[in-house]
């Protein structure tokens, strides 16, 4: 070949000719750029222009693409395809914010790639060119088990080479192979239907489907299921083999089977696509059962439907799963029912992810289904007239119609409501009742007397006549009273007085019956014989006397009163009103006060807090100054009180903070030993002045060490930090602890300690330390990814505060979601130019002094 | 690469300094024996070759099935794990 004769320079300017910028061609490169020159010229032979060169980013893909393509691939390669095809669809399913979740940088390799190699499994048989019946290919089994059991009732056609067909999409790439066997075996061919094209139609229609699915869904849903998409994506592929006399099959491969299974169907291959209106293939489905002419719309628009397109994604999954419930019952030959039931379930996956709607759908399907004829039949005549040419939207709206009305009876909350109704009812009636009854107790006395409570010793003295008119007499006393005392105490004006003076009684009594007249008083000497209460009551001339004789008798009053039921019914309302007004004026009141309190031991909380807070700093302030002061001689040793609440307090909330320092002032004289106040002159004034009287320990304030930062615990490498930085946003991990924190604004002091450690990185627009964490998190939102990169590389593994700190990259939109109020962050922060030392050394002293530095000791 | 093996990533985490080459994901004992007759003895020798090829896939792999006979599988996966490294170290 002319190529052994090329020196290196030659064949450099021969690859250079071809386009190729070969690297240096030395003794090892040689041969291979040999190679790539013989192969560019065949090429060029071969077509007179070049393929692409480089193909150094797709070699994978293209690898695996030829694999595809040569067939059956090792699941390796399957898993680079679909995973590198598949990541930039896939939304890294990255972090929340909460510290269970996994870290940025690794999902979005990994993640992916466990996926897809979980689909990959499935996905690795798919690309199998032969749909033929003769090896269902392993890959359709797992991929269209679940609807390789829906199938199994339907008429599967024939031999089992439909077992790819009746597959229809994997939304379930669970059910195992044999599984799928067995379905396949049992599903007898209850229906005749014509060979071969058939058969192809099917099976084309069985791939078709999860390959259309599969491309629709991959973009659709991020979160879809991996083996979901998986499986449609092996559909995807096979549909690319098989001829292209199937048109656009519409990943509806059991609608196919239904429709073979219908009858004599020149497998509605030749049908042209139609928009997805799986509902027109439950309509057509239900259709079948109708009868012939149905059978015949059913095959067409089994047919149209298999040249449907429907990408549809979790509706598969949701009907796939109500139907697979059915799947055991539907074994029964009768195709019908199993047709309708699986095809419903099939339909509903054409339309967009409503997966309660769908399912309650079904199910009332189900319900329906021992009664489908009628309505499914009507239900499916509407729907037929929608036509294929129906857009999704309307069919959603029919759907969540029939659904809702077909539901109604068994929705939850009419019979909830309905239920609240017969209760409320019920007690009202009861009410009325109990009132009722109240109001006619003493009604009982109707009629015949029979029993009077005078003893036997009335039936002795008198004979009937005298003892029946006594009794009527009595009664009718009766009644009046109570009349008149109820007509009083409802307010009537009529009767001033409830009680009735013996007189009117005798005047009245004497106007029912004359007869009454001689009786009356008798009668009266009866009831007061007798001790118990007959209803009427005799009071004397002076109240609440027993009375003895019946001459004493003044008045009458009845005891019983009998009150029109407005009346009743009014007191007991106004009853009932009241009372409940004054519980809960009751119950306010104490609750009331309970508030009260709680509010005030709140405060008192606070402020004992702030107190010991501000006592906190007092003496860290006398402490540092007495330290400063014994390196520094000329600095008194001794500071002035309000010097100090000055310089502790900002100007603003002297006022407010006044409380609280009269407190710590007193806490301080009474508790602490080491400090001790005195009266000297500075000046030329008095000054109440703080000593610090304790001898400086040696190692005090370096036992615990403050916000500050103490080095990196190690290098930060490929190993242990991300290659680069991936988003702009950070969660640092292990700054505080929120137990141990002591102090107003330490939070502060971790803003400013973030700062200071990335005071080169002018990226930082927004930092958040989550208070309630166990971790101590704090969240960083920088500028840019390169920012956030270099926050990383400074912040992560260094040691703060005695804790290891470890930092993560955060999603921006979940950032977002969670602190909104960083979105609009885009100004880079900067530390304040204070040092945040509460225990500094040397600097607090000069800050005191020099009232310039109010913000001592970093507190703002 | 459904995830990368443990050698895989022993390699990446740190410089490979005077690592043998058989220490590269999918070059074994009889690769590295070839490829040690070449020349080609350290993994920095490999990595120098990968880098003269302009860490092109196909050329690499390419000079990596003539100079020691692996597998397409072999390839991949010493291509990958230099990739990487190169990324991260380069």
Request: glycine share 8%.
């Amino acid at each position: 070949m002319a190529s052994t004769q090329l020196t290196d320079e030659e064949l450099f300017s021969e690859l250079k000719h071809f386009g190729v910028t070969p690297g240096p061609v030395t003794e090892s490169t040689r041969p291979v750029y040999l190679k790539k020159l013989k192969k560019l010229r065949e090429e060029q032979q071969q077509r007179g222009s070049r393929p692409g060169k480089t193909r150094s980013s797709g070699a994978i893909n293209s690898t695996s693409g030829g694999g595809n393509t040569a067939g059956s691939r090792p699941a390796s390669h399957d898993v680079t395809h679909l995973s590198s095809s598949r990541r930039p669809g896939r939304k890294s399913s990255v972090l929340g914010f909460s510290s269970d979740e996994s870290d940025a940088e690794t999902p979005l390799k990994r993640k992916g790639l466990n996926h897809s190699s979980r689909a990959d499994r499935s996905s690795g048989f798919p690309p199998q060119p032969k749909i033929r019946p003769t090896t269902p290919s392993v890959a359709n089994k797992s991929q269209y088990g679940v609807t390789s059991k829906l199938n199994s009732n339907n008429s599967s056609p024939g031999p089992g080479g439909q077992r790819s067909v009746s597959l229809g999409w994997g939304v379930r790439a669970r059910s195992s192979p044999e599984a799928e066997g067995r379905d396949y075996d049992e599903s007898g061919d209850e229906d005749d239907y014509a060979g071969e094209i058939e058969k192809n139609s099917r099976s084309l229609n069985g791939c078709g489907a999860s390959h259309l699915n599969t491309s629709k869904l991959a973009g659709d849903y991020s979160d879809s299921d991996e083996e979901e998409v998986g499986g449609l994506s092996v559909g995807d592929q096979q549909r690319d083999r098989l001829e292209p006399n199937v048109r656009r099959s519409h990943p509806k491969a059991e609608f196919t089977s239904h429709g073979v299974g219908r009858g004599s169907q020149t497998g509605g291959a030749a049908r042209q696509v139609n928009p997805p209106e799986s509902l027109n293939m439950v309509g057509n489905r239900r259709v079948e059962g109708e009868g012939d002419e149905v059978k015949r719309m059913d095959s067409d628009s089994s047919g149209g439907l298999r040249s449907h397109n429907v990408p549809r994604k979790s509706i598969y999954v949701s009907l796939a799963e109500n139907h697979g419930g059915e799947a055991g019952k539907n074994n029964h030959v009768d195709g019908e029912d199993g047709a309708y039931r699986s095809s419903t379930s099939r339909f509903a996956i054409g339309l967009r992810p409503r997966f309660s709607n769908y399912s309650s759908l079904s199910q009332t399907y189900r319900g329906n289904h021992s009664n489908h004829t009628a309505p499914n039949h009507s239900y499916s005549q509407a729907v037929l007239k929608q036509k294929l040419s129906v857009p999704e939207d309307e069919l959603l709206q029919q759907f969540k119609r029939e659904e809702v009305a077909s539901s109604g009876s068994f929705s939850a909350h009419y019979l909830s409501m309905f239920l609240l109704t017969a209760a409320c009812l019920f007690f009202l009636l009861l009410g009325l009742m109990y009132l009722r009854m109240r109001g006619s107790g003493s009604s009982e006395v109707d009629g015949v007397i029979k029993s009077h409570p005078f003893g036997s010793d009335f039936d002795d003295t008198y004979n009937k006549e005298d003892k029946d008119l006594i009794l009527k007499l009595l009664l009718n006393l009766h009644d009046h009273l109570a009349q008149v005392a109820g007509q009083h105490d409802c307010g009537d004006q009529q009767h001033p007085n409830r009680s009735l003076s013996i007189d009117e009684a005798s005047t009245y009594l004497q106007t029912q019956n004359p007869e009454f007249e001689d009786l009356v008083l008798s009668s009266l000497e009866w009831i007061i014989r007798t001790g118990q209460d007959v209803g009427i009551r005799l009071t004397g001339q002076v109240a609440d006397d027993p009375l003895t004789d019946v001459s004493e008798i003044s008045r009458l009053e009845s005891t019983h009163p009998k009150m029109p039921f407005s009346c009743r019914f009014r007191r007991a309302f106004l009853t009932v009103i009241s009372r409940v007004i004054l519980i809960a004026v009751v119950v306010g009141c104490v609750w009331s006060v309970v508030c009260y309190m709680k509010y005030r031991w709140r405060r008192e909380e606070e402020e004992t807090r702030q107190m010991y807070d501000m006592v906190q700093r007092i003496i860290d302030v006398l402490r540092s100054h007495s330290e400063a002061c014994q390196e520094n001689q000329d600095l008194q040793p001794y500071l002035p009180i309000p010097h100090v609440r000055d310089s502790l307090v900002q100007p603003q909330d002297r006022k407010k903070m006044k409380k609280i320092w009269e407190r710590a002032v007193k806490f301080l004289s009474a508790n602490e030993s080491r400090i001790r106040k005195e009266t000297q002159r500075i000046g030329g004034a008095d000054f109440l002045v703080w000593r610090w009287i304790q001898p400086s320990l040696s190692c005090d304030k370096t036992s615990i060490p403050s916000k500050v930062w103490q080095g990196k615990a190690f290098p930060l490498d490929r190993r242990n930090s991300p290659p680069n930085s991936l988003t702009p946003c950070l969660k640092i991990r292990n700054m505080f602890d929120p137990v141990m924190e002591v102090g107003e604004n330490w939070d502060l002091a971790i803003h400013e300690a973030i700062l200071e450690k990335c005071n080169d990185n002018d990226g930082i627009v927004h930092i958040a330390v989550d208070k309630n964490s166990r971790e101590g998190c704090v969240y960083v939102k920088c500028l840019s990814a390169e920012h956030s990169g270099r926050a990383f590389k400074a912040l992560h593994g260094s040691w703060f505060d005695g804790k290891l700190v470890t930092v993560k990259y955060l999603r921006l939109d979940r950032y977002h979601q969670r602190f909104p109020q960083a979105q609009g962050c885009s100004t880079p922060l900067k530390a304040s130019s204070l040092h945040v030392n509460t225990t500094s050394t040397m600097n607090t002293m000069p800050r005191l002094q020099h009232r310039g530095s109010a913000n001592s000791s970093g507190f703002s | 690469m459904s995830s990368t093996s443990q050698k895989h990533k022993h390699f990446v985490a740190e410089p490979m300094g005077e690592k043998c080459v058989t220490t590269l994901p999918g070059i074994g004992a009889a690769h590295g024996k070839r490829l040690e007759e070449k020349g080609f003895g350290k993994a920095y020798d490999v990595l120098g070759q990968f880098l003269v090829l302009k860490r092109d896939e196909k050329l690499c792999r390419d000079w990596l099935k003539d100079i020691c006979g692996a597998n397409v599988k072999q390839q991949g996966k010493a291509y990958a794990c230099l990739k990487e490294w190169c990324d991260a170290s380069l």
